[in-house]
């Protein structure tokens, strides 16, 4: 335990981040004196921004926005089939948006600021290192050294980018998520590198915009979700614009007097080299944790071997009894912002507040932004299969048409309901997952359910609101057991 009271602050929170932000707003809610430490390092290209992390400035929010933006521009397409005389092909204006999206990220980074000061939280605009096991140095921008102490700390600086180590002119010529939203031009032609959800839902707006936009697949689309559904995800991104490259590794980059650049690649499936001119290329092949710059071996803080990010126990804690961690730097938790936020408030109340709650990482509903929503809380149909047994789960599922798609006739291919379940006599729901319009809307009710442990007996007494997609969950009858068409037809 620290010397409690022998240090400057009851607590020192190293990142600004979402969870960061909650844990050090929670502790001085209950009275403590607490500083909070952010700085944003800037990208490869220069990219910087202010207070909030990833979630704020380069991920969540300005992501949702430019989704929502390209999904406008399909509501435009549909517009006529329901009497409104709009021009479907409409240009759209990147640098309209992007300044839009940009300024409202910069009130949200001001609200944060505002949120510490009415709180007393002390902000730190540097970069902190341990010193010794209480004591974190920083220096600010004129070069001043700055020594704070606290009796608890906690590590929540999150992950930035990956670049490739083995893909010459990767870190030259290529941008990534810290980039794209705070261009002032439009990206033009553009790879995106990688099947992660930040690629899939950058390369889906990118079309969406009317951009010429790839994505470069190594293996299989959004590792760790539910593969028959992530196929699905790229089956109608495919079909409505976004083209694929599968079976690919990137070999160079090069920039061309046009200031245009030259991609080389590796197409295994076809066993040769390819090459195509965009005009940028984004890396979206993973994170890494901001966990070098910390210091953490001067104070014996346990890291991974392989992914460098802090072990840490149920009660977010490391190695080292008074330091804590939460948020993406800790190990085998989800990268999510709410997640994030709810273990740095329940972590505060701990600390402060006499509290024993631990968080629960189990049962966490998410959503990936594609151009057709992908929303999931709980296991996937393969690990479902792989704890219970093919014979131990239940799979209900259905296709069906959203009536908002019916009069502007629009492709409802992928639009596909699944639920997991145990093969029981109330056949517990073990996870959910819906491809189609507003899926994390739908995916969040329902997770509450399934996070108390509903069934599908439960489920099926439930009465949907109609016409909705949602009632689609409510109405599950057909199991893959069965072999049955799993098509939807009529009310």
Not at 260 to 275: C, D, F, I, S
Not at 443 to 469: D, E, N, W
Request: charged share 20%; net charge neutral; hydrophobic share 35%.
């Amino acid at each position: 335990m620290p010397f409690v009271g022998s240090n400057e602050y009851d607590l020192l929170v190293i990142g600004g981040g979402s969870g960061g932000l909650a844990c050090a707003k929670e502790a001085a809610d209950h009275g403590k004196k607490v500083a909070i430490m952010d700085y944003v390092v800037p990208s490869p290209r220069g990219t910087s921004w202010g207070l909030g992390g990833t979630c704020v400035n380069v991920g969540c929010i300005p992501k949702k926005l430019m989704h929502h933006a390209a999904l406008l521009g399909g509501a435009l397409e549909d517009a006529h089939h329901y009497g409104w005389d709009v021009a479907p092909s409409a240009p759209h204006n990147w640098q309209q948006m992007a300044t839009a999206v940009q300024n409202h990220v910069k009130s949200l980074n001001w609200g944060h600021r505002v949120q510490l000061q009415e709180r007393n939280v002390k902000y730190f605009n540097i970069q902190g290192s341990f010193v010794d096991d209480h004591t974190v140095r920083g220096f600010t921008k004129a070069g001043k050294e700055t020594l704070v102490t606290a009796d608890y700390i906690v590590l929540a600086t999150g992950g930035r980018p990956r670049y490739p180590d083995d893909v010459e002119g990767a870190m030259e010529y290529g941008i990534t998520s810290d980039d794209l939203f705070w261009l002032k031009e439009s990206p033009g032609k553009t790879l995106v590198v990688g099947a992660s959800y930040v690629s899939l839902e950058c390369a889906g707006f990118l079309t969406g915009f009317g951009l010429d936009a790839t994505v470069m697949m190594r293996s299989i689309p959004l590792r760790g979700f539910d593969q028959q559904m992530a196929l699905l995800v790229t089956d109608y991104m495919e079909s409505h614009g976004t083209k694929f490259l599968k079976h690919c590794t990137m070999k160079k980059l090069e920039k061309l007097e046009n200031k245009r650049l030259q991609v080389t690649w590796h197409n295994h499936k076809a066993g040769r080299e390819e090459t195509d001119i965009f005009d940028t290329v984004m890396w979206a092949i993973g994170r890494v944790p901001e966990t070098r710059r910390l210091n953490l071996e001067k104070v014996g803080v346990t890291l991974h071997p392989d992914s460098q990010k802090i072990l840490v126990d149920a009660s977010e804690a490391t190695s080292v009894a008074h330091i804590y961690a939460i948020g993406d730097i800790t190990e085998g938790r989800p990268e999510l912002t709410p997640t994030a936020i709810m273990a740095g408030k329940l972590l505060a109340r701990r600390l402060f507040g006499r509290s024993t709650e631990l968080m629960d990482y189990d049962n966490v509903a998410t959503t990936v932004f594609t151009p057709l929503e992908y929303g999931c809380v709980g296991l996937s149909e393969e690990e479902a299969e792989r704890r219970y047994g093919q014979e131990g789960i239940e799979v209900y599922h259905a296709y069906y048409k959203p009536l908002e798609f019916t009069v502007a006739e629009k492709d409802s291919s992928q639009c596909y309901i699944k639920m997991v379940c145990l093969r029981g006599r109330d056949q517990r729901i073990l996870g959910l997952h819906f491809l189609g319009p507003n899926a994390g809307e739908v995916i969040q009710g329902f997770s509450l359910g399934i996070k108390c442990g509903a069934t599908y007996s439960q489920m099926k007494r439930t009465v949907g609101i109609h016409p909705t997609s949602a009632e689609e969950v409510t109405k599950l009858w057909i199991t893959k057991r069965s072999g049955l068409p799993a098509t939807v037809t009529g009310c």
